[in-house]
């Protein structure tokens, strides 16, 4: 695979559109889709960077989700556009650290945030570096 | 692996209690959840039979679902008491018909009822035959 | 609501990304995430038309899964592109019955495809007529 | 509905079987199954206190997590059993805090640590205050 030299942006947007499917019978999305969200987030902001995660794992490079934290302010609700604003807070050759803000399209509140710390495991699932080109000098 | 020389029981019942996460803003069970009870009533009816799902992928077979129905005729609540049954309708050595029936412990009202096609496949993908104790002579 | 005085579009495609949650060890998408892009298929489907769920339901008009159906050609991949075609094939003042077509962009080969029918209630859980704007004279 | 007078148990397990759906292509269970056995968790550990959530939510009186931690020591397969423990750590008039473990029954290790904090909201919401019979004076 042909990886970029390092990861030039840092911080990256997604349109999020709930589904129905993600919603539970208190009317709002189900705080466990959150994390599911945060994970798209991560990858779209891998992928901005020209690295696609498949890519990764074809490489032998595989990262798993060691810690995360939510803080749930507001609900979301079915088909209401949201923004996920993913980041790369601190990155080193033993783990990613990336924070996340959920914000409503309609006027910019803010429904949740979040953090997870990822380590990075090889195809044995065991602990390795981090590939050189994720993290800075 | 140790396999059974045959499936000698043909029909099994287990025990669902609908959990908050499978339900939709509608109040009631989302339907896609259905095919995954579906496949606990498989699981379940093969261990019946003493044979665990895991150690036939050990052991290189597959099955993968190649057909679904359901008809859904009554919605299932949340943690209200249900009992699935799952029948082999039909195993060949290319295919494994099951039929299930989702039945409200309550009253004794059939909520669905469906069936799924299952093909056998090898590690790589490849149809292959089902195992020989798995289908009568 | 505002809604249209007739379903003028009969036929509308989506993009799927199958994401790393869809996936399951065997290494393909699992196969109940199938009706939940179905039921993405069918919002859209409506939404071209001029149509959002939201407000059908918001004017006390439900659609509840009544029967499904999929045929499983081949196995989707994570992160791997589809386009999934959602057809009106039926629509009386009792039922909705729609068709789908589930296909790799890289190849155009058919992964999938499927049919439901939904039946229309009211928020009580009552069958009621499907709104006539959605089905033809 | 008829609660108790208190929560007279503050701790209490549950057998978890990990589901062939809720694993992912790289061979474990998705991250995102912990938060939901979680609440059956809390489900479970309020049941053997002789309170059903669903009459809490008859009672016009839900439950909305607030804050998710998870921290994730080892991966958790396919049909392998586990035990989660699930505490009550603190309960007051404003919040529910729970922490929870994790356990692989086969050598006691233990795979994840987590804890939520739960708002009480009434069934328009609303802050409320959690029922009395819930905390301790």
Known sequence: MDFPEHLAIQSHSIDILPRYVDTDQAGVVHHSVYPVWFELGRTELLRVNHVAYKDLEAAGVFFVVAQLNVRYRRAALYDEKLELETNFSRVTASRIENSYKLIRCS??????????????????GKVRRVPKFMYPE
Chains 1, 2, 3, 4 share one sequence.
Do not use: Q
């Open 107 to 124: 006027d910019g509140v803010v429904l949740a945030e979040g953090t997870t710390i990822l380590a990075c495991v090889s195809d044995e």
